[in-house]
């Protein structure tokens, strides 16, 4: 992993960018890439306690060598947001959130004038011997420029990774305020001009897909689905996360959870709620899990009462997708 200094004196030996111009002068940023490696990726996550998979870590590395933003999309609390979190976490970057809802607009996204300030400052004016033209030029300059997440992490002279999260939430017409900045890594003001990056941010979206991304913003992404972790991955997790947590019962966690997921559910249950469940377990002191610990505090995992009857029944009778991996038993 490598966070390195810009060293302009090294030879061009593929590792460092030239291909894009990326400061606001207009001149090219000379940077080492952030990570040597998929591998290097993975363990710099893991040593932040983000479990990755060889996807995850390989679309991280790509993102980072061509320079391009990652669409994570999939299923809730499977780790999507906090992938960004933990990226910028490993790298030593800061992590600047645009946190997307309906009706999320410029002034919220990218900048806003700062009118107040523009008002006190026509009216000190007044009566001093200035044009128009001068007070205009005046008002609309730095000092009265609200910076807003993704003008922030355009301007940002410190390594930054940007999390414009729940991008699916915004309208449609919303999403083209991302276009330029997800491609040219610049936004333009109509007062002050264009102002391009000053190094380019790694870039997450997330998107949980209650509606379909435009093509448009779908074309300058990399893609990246995050499903529920497969079994040893999510045991993984769960030992990296729960503190005092055995082995033998973040395994059986583990599997019943997936046996949980093989059930015709409304709403499966997230890693985030595999966690909350081997809490309430540690913190009630079990170290086997049985039928009947189970039914009783499977409402951390569940919350919809027809999921937690169907997986009560399940429970009780060690039905079809209890049997294939036996969660109840440590033994297998
Ligand atoms: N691979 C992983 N490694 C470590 N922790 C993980 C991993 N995946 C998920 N988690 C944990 O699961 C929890 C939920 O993750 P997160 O909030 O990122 O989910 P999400 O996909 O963004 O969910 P939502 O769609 O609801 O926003 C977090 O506490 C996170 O630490
Ligand atoms: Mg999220």
Known sequence: MVQGEPDPGRELDGRHRFDRPARGDGTLALMDFRFDSVEGVREGLAKVDYLADEGIAGVVYLADRLQKPVLVEGPAGTGKTQLAKSVAEMSGARLIRLQCYEGLD?????????????????QAERGEDQGWDEIEDNIFSDDFLLTRPLLEAIRAEDPVVLLVDEVDRVEVETEALLLEILSDYQVSIPE????????????????????????????????LHVDYPDLDREKAIVLAKV??????????????????????????????????????????????????MAG???????????????????????????KRGGPFSTDE
């Open 106 to 122: 410029e002034s919220k996204a990218l900048y806003e004038w700062n009118y107040k300030k523009q008002l006190l400052r026509i």
């Open 296 to 322: 009783q505090t499977v409402n951390i995992l569940l919350k919809y009462q027809s999921d937690i009857a169907k997986a009560v029944k399940e429970f009780s009778s060690e039905g079809q997708a209890f």
């Open 192 to 223: 002050m001009g264009t102002i391009g990056a000053e190094q380019i941010p790694l870039v997450f979206l997330t998107s949980n897909n209650t509606r379909e991304l435009s093509e448009a913003l779908k074309r300058r992404c990399l893609y």
């Open 243 to 292: 503190p005092d947590i055995s082995d033998s019962l973040a395994d059986q966690v583990a599997r019943i959870v997936r046996s949980i997921r093989q059930l015709e559910l409304k709403k499966s249950p997230s890693v985030s709620e595999t966690l909350d469940w081997a809490r309430t377990l540690v913190l009630l002191g079990v170290e086997k899990v049985d039928a009947e």
